[in-house]
């Protein structure tokens, strides 16, 4: 079962990312940590999207489908499978995954805009981001994920692919919430294998 981590920056998918691809042997795909890779090694590309990246803008399609076609044609074992966090953003990237991939479920963290302004003030003091630093940048990737990214949220819920947790909680209340809920779709997926339903 290949999942998605869909919601607003600062919304904590990163953290949960990490535990949840460790505790269900998911290859974890984050196209924020590629994108801030390729911007350190100073490639063309890397230069290409540092500014774009540090004012909250988002990166190309054409960019971001490139690097996910590329970590999708690396080989990956046969009991395994992808867990997305920050990608897909726009619609045409939600179209193209649709085409490579079968995600059936996505994981939509659910926060309010004040909540996820005051976390990425405090995660600024620490992570040294670029985009984390000031309180306009934060204002500009807000409002790119109301253009941009809500339309995802609002496809894949009316494919019914589309699974609710409460972000504003703890990112321990945040990690056992998906916990829970992954587990009870793999049981699911397991049942109706097993000719259950
Ligand atoms: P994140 O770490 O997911 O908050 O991403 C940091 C920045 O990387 C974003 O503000 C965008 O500039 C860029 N980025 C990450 N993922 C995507 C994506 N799927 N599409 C476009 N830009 C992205």
Do not use: H, W
Not at 52 to 76: F, Y
């Amino acid at each position: 079962m290949n999942v998605i981590l869909l919601g607003k920056p600062g919304s904590g998918k990163g953290t949960a990312g990490i535990e949840i691809a460790k505790d269900f042997n998911f290859k974890l795909i984050s196209t924020g940590d590629l994108l801030r890779q390729e911007k350190s090694s100073g490639s063309t590309i890397g230069k290409q999207i540092e500014s774009i990246m540090d004012r909250g803008d988002l990166v190309s399609d054409d960019i971001i489908n490139d690097i996910i076609e590329q970590e999708l044609s690396k080989p990956l074992p046969i009991d395994m499978y992808y867990l997305f966090d920050g990608y897909p953003r726009t619609i045409s990237q939600a179209r193209r995954l649709d085409e490579m991939l079968n995600i059936s479920a996505v994981v939509y963290f659910d926060v309010d805009d004040a909540t996820i302004a005051e976390r990425i003030e405090q995660r600024g003091k620490k992570s040294g981001r670029e985009d984390d630093q000031d309180s306009d940048t934060t204002k500009c990737r807000l409002e790119n994920y109301y253009n941009d990214t809500q339309p995802v949220v609002d496809l894949y819920e009316n494919s019914d692919r589309l699974y609710k947790v409460d972000a504003s909680k703890s990112a321990i209340s945040v990690y056992l919430q998906i916990k829970q809920l992954i587990n009870k779709l793999n049981k699911e997926e397991e049942e109706e294998d097993n000719g259950i339903y």
